[in-house]
């Protein structure tokens, strides 16, 4: 091997050793909007920054994230959220195989986008969320976790191992760390327990407002800051809200 040969090599490996992260991460997706502060590994992000396989996505206590992936999935990441694009794989340009999302705290809503829906997944510290073909609704707080429904279907398994589908609109599930809780668990005039429906469910109940595109099943189960139950008991769409009382979510 010459000597201009060995400087060569050394010149391509070197950048590659000093900063094996820009090479490591792969971009899946990127903001369409961001509201006060939401960061990324790499700093506060932007409309248009691009998000990247592995990062953390963290939300201020007041900030509001709009993230689009690649096949044309979309997340809405509220105030004080945190989750990490845990892992991807694509199966085409505008299609993932699979796409795990490790969320630990805050509140969610996630679109599904092109990809079949045995792909997307969602990991809590409550238990795993599946979607198919869904809009949905996640709250993750300290103690415990509610889901709902908007449109689709999709299965939440507690640590429990135990499952339920939700397959009506506005259909809910509620989980504490040791599993899936008892249906009684919504009865004290909120979604989730202690927890006022504006912080548990802020995109459902319109106080965080979003585009268009995240509107898909908006005003579908519009809870009014009264606090008024979510009960599936009694048949119809599980909301435990009159249909006249609804009110669409977002700006027109």
């Known amino acids: 091997m010459t000597r201009f040969s060995r400087y060569l090599i050394a010149a391509l490996t070197l950048p590659l050793l000093l900063a094996p992260q820009a090479f490591a991460a792969e971009q899946i997706g990127k903001a369409l909007a961001i509201t006060v502060t939401v960061s990324g590994d790499n700093g506060i ?7 990247h396989r592995d990062e953390r996505i ?13 096949d044309g999935t979309k997340l809405a990441v509220g105030p004080n959220s945190s989750l990490v694009l845990d892992r991807s794989i694509f199966a085409g340009d505008s299609s993932f195989q699979s796409l795990t999302l490790k969320a630990t705290r805050g509140t969610f809503r996630w679109v599904s986008g092109n990809s079949k829906s045995s792909a997307y997944k969602v990991n809590t510290p409550f238990g795993t969320l599946g979607v198919r073909g869904t809009v949905v609704d996640i709250y993750l707080g300290s103690s415990s976790a509610a889901v709902v429904i908007l449109e689709g279907q999709a299965t939440f398994c507690g640590n429990d191992g135990k499952c339920k589908r939700l397959e009506r609109s506005c259909d809910i599930v509620r989980a504490n760390r040791r599993g899936l809780m008892d249906e009684s668990a919504g009865q004290s005039g909120t979604a989730v327990s202690g927890v006022r429906n504006e912080v548990s469910f802020p995109f459902l109940m319109g106080t965080r ?25 009694d048949g119809g769409d599980g909301s435990g809200v009159k249909s006249e009382g609804r009110k669409p979510n977002g700006p027109d």
């Open 209 to 233: 407002k979003l585009s268009r595109p995240f509107q898909v099943g908006g005003g579908r189960c519009g809870l009014s800051a009264s606090a008024r139950a979510f009960d599936g008991k």
């Open 58 to 70: 963290r939300a201020s206590n007041s900030g509001t994230g709009q993230f689009e992936f690649r």
């Open 45 to 51: 992000l932007r409309a248009s920054s691009p998000i």
